[in-house]
């Protein structure tokens, strides 16, 4: 199956991605679209824990980072920032290094840009800042899976493609 490696210091969002990483991206997700319809159990985020910081119960967001990362075998803890005290202060660098201690990476959703981006400079894993939601560039690739259809399903396999070139 294709894959691409992302850099780093991926900041979750595809429009940061070269156009080659882009089309292996594409490729890595159409492959994961294609094993998942064969029916085949392909899991390489086994034994991967992620953390999921979102402060909503029913975000259809949420259920889709943890349905995509959990179908290929990670473990996802949702963590309610209200109740972790995730908020800016002197606290938060060790609460981030801690985070990054528990979870391989952290998708972040409904947060203000500039705690994410706090959470990642001290977290030193992965951190996601709504990685799972809509976006143009993410939208774009899920189109090209189905010369042109769209929808959670398809972007499910992009964030999947996302998830095992950075954590995976």
Known sequence: MPTTTLPPDFPGSV????????????????A?????????????????NLGLICEAEDSPDAVLFEQAAQSLGARVVRIR?????????????????VLGRLYDAIECQGLPPALVE???IHAGVPV???????????DA?????DNGATGA?????????????SVG
């Open 32 to 48: 994961l679209k294609h094993a998942a319809l064969a029916g085949g159990a392909h899991r390489p985020l086994q034994g991967k």
């Open 141 to 145: 690739l899920a189109h090209r899976l």
């Open 118 to 120: 706090q959470i990642r």
């Open 81 to 97: 920032p209200s109740v972790a005290g995730l908020t800016d202060g002197p606290v938060l660098p060790q609460t981030a290094r």
């Open 128 to 138: 996601y800042d709504a990685l799972a939601g809509e976006h143009p560039a993410t």
């Open 153 to 165: 399903g398809n972007r499910r396999y992009v964030l999947q493609a996302l998830l095992l070139g």
């Open 15 to 30: 429009d940061t991605l070269s156009e080659s990483q882009r089309d292996a991206l594409a490729a890595s997700a159409a």
